[in-house]
């Protein structure tokens, strides 16, 4: 199995080859790896902020950005530190990207940074997780680092503290733009069709939803102090009455839907 051809978005000019490393199979992690990169340091197009000159990534089946050097609108921002598996002409071994589109920049990667090791899991059918997963962890501060410094070099605004902390869940907020159907009736409707609900807890399959009535209700939660896996943690949905919805200014990185009439 594999993707050939000229792709639709063409955010990258050029071709995008892989598995950069063999081994990788759909829907498995027995090709996965913890690689080694190399990070361009240079002032004008790479990472000057980040202090190694290395950092190891998660990868699993990701590819090479052939003759990345060669485009204009294209800055490489780290190599593959030992030799891939796939034709590269140019021996540049690309790995991580920046190209400049329109008026904006998109960030491209054959490695994953944003992978963080506590939510990688050993496998049954990849005996090598467990040391894939321990490498990551030993190098997990200097993965931090090099994605903020990416995230920097896109033009975004970071957090120059060196105390990265994740952020635990916020509740979800529903409520309805139609005063003739209540938040609740939405998430009656929704139980109809879902047919899971023990103890306010809506089961929708991929997601687990804690139904609270009310902010009254909310305001009485306790604070979730610890860091939870947001695909097996258990969200909060607070159900609010047209108007009631929480002064956004007062909740820290609260996410709240709107629902029209359905």
């Known amino acids: 199995m594999e993707v050939s051809g000229s792709r639709e978005l063409k955010l990258f000019p050029g071709t995008a080859r892989g598995a950069a490393f063999k081994g990788f199979h759909y829907h498995s992690d027995v090709g996965a790896r913890a690689v080694q990169l190399k990070v361009n340091k240079d002032a004008e197009t790479g990472l000057p902020d980040y202090e190694q000159d290395t950092v190891v990534n998660y990868f699993n089946g990701g590819g090479v950005f052939i003759d990345a050097n060669k485009y204009p ?71 931090l680092e090099f994605l903020r410094c990416c995230l920097k070099k896109m033009g975004l605004k970071v957090n120059d503290s060196s105390a990265m902390v994740r952020p635990s ?10 005063n003739g159907v209540s938040a609740s009736q939405l998430v009656k409707a929704l139980e109809e069709d879902v047919g899971y609900h023990i103890q306010s807890v809506m089961n929708c399959g991929g997601d687990r939803f804690k139904i609270i009535k009310g902010l009254s209700a909310a305001h009485e939660m306790e604070q979730k102090e610890f860091y939870e896996d947001p695909d097996a943690a258990i969200k909060d949905l607070v159900l609010c009455s047209p108007g009631e919805l929480p002064d956004l200014t007062f909740y820290n990185l609260v996410q709240t839907l709107y629902m029209e009439k359905c």
Do not use: W
């Not at 400049?100 to 997780?129: C, I, Q």
């Not at 869940?169 to 409520?175: F, G, R, V």
């Open 73 to 143: 609108n294209t800055k490489v921002l780290a190599t593959y530190a030992d030799p891939v598996e796939v034709e590269d002409p140019s021996k540049l071994q690309a790995a991580v990207i920046i190209c400049k589109v329109g008026e904006g920049r998109v960030m491209l990667s054959g490695t994953h940074p944003e992978f963080t090791p506590d939510l990688l899991h050993e496998s049954g059918d990849a005996p090598n997780m467990s040391r894939v997963i321990k490498a990551l962890r030993i190098h997990d501060k200097s993965r």
């Open 169 to 178: 869940l916020t509740p979800l907020y529903l409520s309805s733009v139609d």
